[in-house]
């Protein structure tokens, strides 16, 4: 026997979204309803209510495409007009997404729902795209609302956001008068906005003229957002008795309440004027009024005994947040991390930050600069690189300079194979300057390479690197435009380029050009004749003159020579591409047995190394592939 099934009912289907967590299921069961109903039955009939609850729910869920087609079917409604606080919510959806040209466009189509727009939804708009740091559009909004072009009446919300959106105080004051002189009644909102500029700018005076005004004149009493922002004010500008005086006038206030923000500015201060004694007194105020220190006061008092030096009392305090309940955040650790860094101290730093993960806090990437710059400024250099592998692998960038430092530690320290790698590795992120290469060039070449090989390019001229001399190995070249100008490659090893090793007793299959010692004047030969696409120059034992090559100096015989040098000579070089015997790669394939694509040159099989690596082989089409083919598979271009 079927049971039937019930069908729903337009206010059924608000019971049933509203208790919809999932806002794609949402969304399938507001276009389905019913999806038993055979199609000859009437077109179900949404109501207002449950456009606001799907739309509100895509929103909150960015799934703006889903949204979209929602609103584009309630525009076909004829049964009830949409409300403006959809429209308004919509507009901070896009602008809490930071997508400004949809929260303009979604103020700019309330009118084809028939909705008329007030100062609530252009509210909106202001408001997201201030959130969205689109300034100019703000002061494009604010001259047409000054010419009446939007045909929108501002009251004092609309000034407030304005008021936030200025660069200057200069024209904060501007627009305050301007806000009176249309009759305009400021709101606590306009004076804190106010309060909190003047206190950015450590105009003190004109805050408390104005604090004094709004009390006086408009009979508006400062809010907790004011008193914070003056506080902290004379905080930063070491008035300490001035802000004491300002928290106990909000403690007389009975309206108003103390925060733990307040009271961590507070202590914070205590300690950087030397008053650190006063600091129990404050925490015991903070328990009599019933407030329960958090993270950032702690962390205040944790970054005072650092200052201080006395990183015992410091751990003390860690200890106290584990004893009343209050987990320490990478904040907290960063702090006591850098104090040790900055007394040189880098053992107890590197201690504390292999301690981390016991302590239920992960490092994150001001951690590892952090401890990167401290072992750097000590002189670690072998350490620091070993935070700096770290570092690579999870994607962290250091600062440019402690990688110069580095540079010049392991340069001057004989490590230049580790500072090759390093180098290797920072250049894949962006994280090395040009000239960071070119200070340690000469003893970069002679210890870790023997030599440096120079390339130029000749402008618009397209340049294979599969190119090759049978003087040397170019195991990698990547190469770097300079600005203005399209000579390429005179920067040693920019991005693990110009990598090169000559061949014991190789020499360069015919003699350099004569009369030509310096870089430039090997450009200018390139450029000179009209074959030569590229030029390799070769510096000498004095890392300022050298030798220049033109391909056309190259024979064709001794090209294939060289590449047979080439595949003969590929030698292991840390950080660059690994060989492997057909043997290996018949075991890592389990002689290519699973296939997983297919390309131009020949079919993909998934292979594991020995150490478990997994890895793409590719067994290309020829039996013998030229050199060419090889170093265009490995994309050496």
């Not at 201080?308 to 960063?334: I, Q």
């Not at 952090?370 to 690579?392: N, P, R, V, W």
């Amino acid at each position: 026997m079927a049971v039937a099934v019930r069908k729903t009912s337009p206010f059924r289907l608000l019971s049933l979204l509203r208790l919809e967590k999932d806002p794609n299921l949402a969304f399938h069961l507001f276009q389905n309803p019913n999806p038993s109903s055979t199609s000859n039955r009437r077109p179900f009939r949404y109501s207002a209510r449950a456009y606001d609850l799907i739309i509100c729910k895509l929103g909150r869920a960015r799934m703006f495409p889903e949204m979209e087609s929602i609103l584009e079917q309630m525009q076909h409604e004829t049964r009830f007009i949409p409300r403006e606080p959809l429209f308004c919510a919509i507009i901070s959806f896009y602008g809490r997404a930071r997508m400004p040209a949809a929260a303009v466009r979604a103020y700019d189509r309330i009118p084809s729902f028939r909705c008329t727009r007030t100062c609530r939804s252009f509210n909106s708009l202001l408001h997201a795209l201030l959130s969205c740091h689109e300034f100019t559009s703000v002061r494009e909004l604010r001259r047409a609302l000054g010419s009446n072009e939007l045909g929108v009446t501002p009251d004092a919300c609309t000034y407030n956001i304005l008021l936030r959106a200025c660069t200057s105080l200069d024209d904060a004051r501007v627009l305050f008068d301007e806000m009176r002189e249309k009759g305009i009644w400021p709101t606590a909102a306009t004076f804190g906005t106010l309060i909190s500029a003047m206190c950015a700018d450590l105009k003190l005076d004109s805050a408390f003229n104005l604090k004094d005004e709004m009390i006086k004149s408009y009979g508006i009493k400062p809010n907790v957002y004011i008193y914070t922002s003056l506080i902290k004010a004379l905080c930063k500008n070491e008035q300490l008795e001035l802000a004491l005086k300002l928290k106990n006038e909000i403690l007389l206030d009975g309206e108003l309440s103390l925060d733990s923000a307040i009271y961590s500015t507070i202590i914070r201060a205590l300690f950087r004027v030397a008053r650190k004694g006063e600091v129990v007194g404050i925490l015991e105020e903070m328990r009599a009024n019933s407030i329960k220190p958090d993270t950032v006061t702690y962390n205040a008092m944790i970054a005072g005994f650092c200052e201080e030096r006395e990183f015992d009392a410091a751990f003390e305090v860690l200890n106290e947040m584990v004893k009343h309940g209050c987990k320490a955040d990478v904040v907290s650790y960063n702090t006591i991390i850098a104090g040790f860094c900055k007394e040189n101290r880098w053992r107890e730093a590197c201690d504390l930050f292999e301690d981390m993960p016991r302590r239920e806090c992960r490092p994150d990437v001001i951690t590892y600069r952090t401890l990167f710059d401290g072992m750097c400024e000590s002189g670690e250099f072998q350490e620091a690189k070993a935070i700096l592998d770290e570092m690579m692998f999870k994607g962290y960038v250091p600062g440019v300079a402690s990688v110069r430092r580095l540079v010049e530690g392991l340069g001057c320290g004989g490590g230049a194979k580790s500072l090759g790698v390093a180098l290797c590795g920072l250049a894949k992120q962006n994280a090395v300057e040009l000239d960071v290469w070119e200070m340690r060039r000469p003893e970069f070449c002679r210890v870790a390479f023997k030599s440096s090989i120079i390339l130029h390019q000749k402008k618009g001229s397209p340049l294979r690197l599969k190119f090759q001399l049978s003087d040397g190995l170019i195991t990698r070249l990547m190469f770097l435009n300079e600005s203005g100008d399209n000579w390429m490659g005179h920067k040693l090893g920019y991005g693990c380029g110009f990598f090169c090793r000559l061949a014991t007793g190789a020499s360069y299959p015919q003699a350099a050009l004569s009369g030509i010692g310096t870089l430039h004047e090997c450009k200018e030969a390139c450029s000179r004749n009209a074959s030569c696409q590229a030029a390799f120059f070769t510096y000498d034992s004095e890392a300022s003159v050298g030798q220049c090559y033109l391909p056309s100096d190259v024979s064709p015989s001794e090209r294939t020579r060289g590449s047979k040098f080439v595949q003969d000579s590929f030698e292991q070089v840390e950080g660059m591409p690994a060989r492997f015997s057909y043997k290996d790669i018949c075991i890592a394939t389990e002689n290519f047995c699973q296939e997983i694509g297919r390309g131009g040159f020949g079919i993909v099989f998934k292979a594991v190394l020995k150490d478990g690596t997994l890895v793409a082989v590719k067994q290309l089409k020829k039996k013998s592939p030229g050199m060419d083919e090889f170093f265009a598979e490995l994309d050496f271009q």
